[in-house]
Every structure is written in C-alpha cells, then in structure tokens.
C-alpha cells in the first residue's frame, strides 16, 4: 500500500489573491512563464470581463502596472500570442481572458485544487 503525504492548507483571501493564483495555476500546469506585471494585468482583465483594448490599456497606467499604454499594448499582444486573452469585434479592439483559465470572479470563490505529485516509473 502506497503511502500519501497530504498537505491540508486553508487560507482566506480577498478576491484579487484569488485571482491571481486561479490564473498562477493555470500557466503553471501549461508551462506558461508570465512576469508580476502580466499577472496583475490579467487579474484587472479578469475582473472587468469583456473590455475595449484602448480605455483598458489607460486603466493599466493609471493604476501603474504600466508605465504607457503602448506597453500595456504590447503586453496584451504577447499575452494573446500565449493564448491568455482573446480579442474580438471590429479590428480586434475588445479584449477578454482565455475561457481556458476559467477564472471565477464573483461572489465566494472555493478553490479546491487536488494535485497528485508520483515518482516516474523507468523502465
């Protein structure tokens, strides 16, 4: 009989650490390297849904998680190019978060993760 090592933790967080760690895990277990900054700003993403790509990138400077909007620009393009957020309508001026990620946004959030961690087998 295999012996398991459960690790129990249980925290309770404000919606934007939940956030950020719903879309951690996801680039984590896709192999997705983001930097704080792209984390921040696809945590913005996440809570406002479907936004024009313009007045969001002027969010992003006035909450300085960019320091212009053409580098909140070009942070969405490289997030787009990893499949993070999707751009839709006319000339692709409405962004979104992937459906991929599944991030849950509104009222009490429970994230209950199992994750089973096994040594490899060789042959």
Same mark, same amino acid.
Not at 30 to 44: A, G, H, P, V, Y
Not at 90 to 101: P, W
């Given at each position: 009989?295999?012996?398991?090592?459960?690790?129990?933790?249980?925290?309770? +967080? !404000? =919606?934007? +650490?939940?956030?950020?760690?719903?879309?951690?895990?996801?680039?984590?277990?896709? !192999?997705?390297?983001? @930097?704080?900054?792209?984390?921040?700003?696809?945590?913005?993403?996440?809570?406002?849904?479907?936004?024009?790509?313009?007045?969001?990138?002027?969010?992003? %400077? !006035?909450?300085?998680?960019?320091? @212009?909007?053409?580098?909140?620009?070009?942070?969405?393009?490289?997030?787009?190019?990893?499949?993070?957020?999707?751009?839709?309508?006319?000339?692709?001026?409405? =962004?979104?978060? @992937?459906?991929?990620?599944? %991030?849950?946004?509104?009222?009490? %959030?429970?994230?209950?993760?199992? +994750?089973?961690?096994? /040594? @490899?087998? /060789?042959?």
């Amino acid at each position: 009989m295999a012996i398991v090592n459960k690790v129990n933790l249980k925290l309770k +967080v !404000d =919606i934007n +650490v939940s956030i950020k760690y719903q879309i951690l895990t996801y680039c984590f277990f896709n !192999d997705t390297l983001i @930097s704080n900054s792209d984390l921040k700003f696809l945590m913005e993403l996440a809570k406002k849904g479907k936004v024009e790509l313009t007045i969001f990138c002027k969010s992003l %400077v !006035d909450k300085g998680i960019f320091k @212009s909007p053409q580098s909140a620009r070009n942070a969405i393009t490289k997030a787009e190019k990893k499949q993070l957020l999707t751009k839709n309508g006319i000339n692709k001026k409405t =962004i979104l978060i @992937s459906k991929g990620i599944n %991030v849950q946004t509104n009222g009490l %959030v429970l994230l209950d993760y199992k +994750v089973l961690g096994s /040594e @490899s087998k /060789e042959s």
